[in-house]
Structures are given as structure tokens and as C-alpha cells.
């Protein structure tokens, strides 16, 4: 176990730098920007809902009204990350299901659009970089070769660092098939960098994967969901809910406004229309000005 550990540093600290919250400490999603962007998700039941203007939300910042303006989300290309578990419990139907279902996001991407590739075992391996270069993410999924055991929270550390400092609007889309057996580093840390991230994660798990609730945590700090599934067949059709649901976000831009710039802001946005579900992120850390 020694021996896979150390294998499983390696490479993390190889592709990362040296701690966790200072490498999440540059993203865009911060109050040193000109306005801070909010991805949100409204819907009816489970269908998203088209046609809000601003003036149907209402965002509270720390309390604080604020001034919201919507961003055509058409006019932002997305940066989407893939971060798939391929410990040696998805050999066989079980990859070629999480293959075909990861081809179905690149063949819903637009040419503005980019992704990247991280896969995660008992090591974490950063596969494809951010590209528009699609055949070369499709060519390295066929590369995958199942072994080993599963480090979530390193996989899914990876792939947010991925989404630093980058254009855009970004999504990480997790998938796993057990329980987080061999991760360096902690749950809480993953959680501060996926609070400082402007991504929004989206995990997919089998109905036999347990021990979630770290996995739960991060899609909440980001505004994102945790799809359950029975069967990896079931694959294809929820990566393809998710582009669906991404591209159906409402993009709210605002400027700080009667409220300290530095430190954790509280965010509660809500939108006037009756019997309509709103999920975001409930909050982001912002930086001083210097």
C-alpha cells in the first residue's frame, strides 16, 4: 500500500503546486474582478427553466442586496474536465459504458468549447489538457487501461486546478464506482479549493459506491449535483443530463455592493416566481483589492 501511495503523490504533486489553498488562491471567481459571475440552476421538478429575465432573480450577498445583470451564457464557451475513475472495478462492460458516455459529451460540444481529461486510481493521472482538440480526448479515453484502487478527492483536486485562471465558464464531471480508498489528500482541503474555484462539479455514482458525503459536499460548494445510477448503462444518459443542465444555467454578473471585499461571502439567491427551484453555490471567498 506504501508503495501505491507514493506513486500516487508523485504524480499529484508533479501536475499541482506545493498546497492546495495557495494553488486555489488565483482564480476568476473573486471579488478583485469587475463583477462576480453566479451559475445557477433553475428548475420546474427536474426540467430546467428557459426565459428568466434578471429582474425574476433576487441575490443576496452576505445579506446585502445586490444589482444583478444576466450573461448570455451562448456567447461563453465552457471548459468541461472530465475526472473518471478507472480503479480495476470498471474493466470490462463498466468502461466501455463510462467510454461511451464521456464520447457523448464531447459530441455535444461546440467548437469554442473545450475539455480535458484527468483519470484517477490509486494515482491520479492528468491525461489531456484544456483543448478544442477533441480527437485527441477521444483517443485517449481509448488509452485507458482499469488498475488499481480509487483516490477521489485527489482526482477531483486535479481536475479543479485544471479550471484555474482559465476563460470561460467550467465544468467538472466526476464519475466513480466505490468508495475513496486511497486519496492523499483530505476532504476538507478539496472542499476549500472547490469553494475558491468558479467550476461547478457534477458527480455521477453507482448505486453501490458508498461514502459519499465528501463527493456530496463539493457539488454543493459549487452549485452542481450528484447523480446516482443503477447500472453504468445509465451513463450515457445522465453525462448527457448534465451538458443539458449546464448549458440551461443562468449566468447572474453583479459588483460587490455594500459589503467587505475579503473573506467568505454568504450567497442566497432566489428567484420570484412560485414553485421553481433555484440550485448555486452558496458562496464564494473573495480577495482583497490590492
Known sequence: MRGRLAVAVLLITASLPSHPT????????????????????????????????????????????????????????????????????????????????????LDGLKPADRAALTSFSHA????????????????????????????IMDGVYVALTTTLAESGRSLVVVYTDGADTQSWLTADEVLESAKRSSAVVYAVAATDATHLSPLEDLVDATGGRLLRIASTRDLRGAFEKILQDFRSRYI????????????????????????????????????ESK
Request: aromatic share 4%; charged share 20%; net charge positive.
Open 124 to 151: 491520479v493521472v492528468p491525461r489531456v489538457e484544456l483543448t478544442s482538440n477533441f480527437p485527441s480526448v477521444r483517443d485517449e479515453l481509448a488509452r485507458i487501461t482499469p488498475s488499481g484502487e480509487t483516490a
Open 22 to 105: 495557495r494553488a486555489a488562491q488565483q482564480p476568476s471567481f473573486s471579488s478583485r474582478t469587475l463583477a462576480v459571475r453566479v451559475d445557477v440552476l433553475v428548475t420546474d421538478g427536474r426540467t430546467p427553466v428557459a426565459g428568466l429575465t434578471a429582474q425574476d432573480f433576487e441575490l443576496r450577498d452576505n445579506g446585502v442586496a445586490q444589482a444583478v445583470a444576466l450573461v448570455d451564457a451562448s456567447d461563453v464557451p465552457i471548459n468541461v474536465v472530465l475526472a473518471l475513475d478507472t480503479s480495476a472495478s470498471i474493466a470490462g462492460k463498466r468502461q466501455t459504458d463510462l467510454v461511451n458516455a464521456s464520447q457523448a459529451i
Open 252 to 287: 447572474l454578473a453583479y459588483t460587490p455592493t455594500g459589503v467587505a471585499l475579503g473573506g467568505f461571502h454568504r450567497l442566497d439567491v432566489r428567484v420570484t416566481r412560485r414553485g421553481l427551484n433555484v440550485r448555486a453555490r452558496p458562496g464564494y471567498v473573495g480577495l
